[in-house]
């Protein structure tokens, strides 16, 4: 019987290849271990191509509305980066 909080995911030990864990009280909740021991969680009923190319649009559009009534100016250039310590790249 798994239930996936904190102490579950500080406890896991990556393998060869990627494998999952899946919470027996949260159906459809999950957690994807890579072969890097990066996880990533798999939230039930949200099967959404492009998901985080949509997050960061949505992200963009709020700092760009932000900035300009913060500032006066509109935002010019924004840069994301993925850091590859935290998401094995």
């Not at 890579?34 to 939230?43: A, F, H, K």
């Amino acid at each position: 019987m798994t239930n996936i909080t904190t102490r579950t995911i500080e406890r896991i030990c990556p393998k060869s290849v990627s494998f999952f864990i899946r919470d027996t009280k949260l159906k459809g909740f999950a957690l994807k271990v890579n072969p890097s021991g990066v996880p990533s969680l798999i939230l039930p009923h949200c099967h959404h191509k492009n998901l985080a190319s949509k997050i960061l649009s949505l992200c963009r559009r709020r700092i760009q509305r932000d900035w300009q009534t913060l500032f006066g100016f509109p935002l010019l250039m924004l840069e994301t980066f993925v850091d590859p310590t935290l998401f094995g790249c």
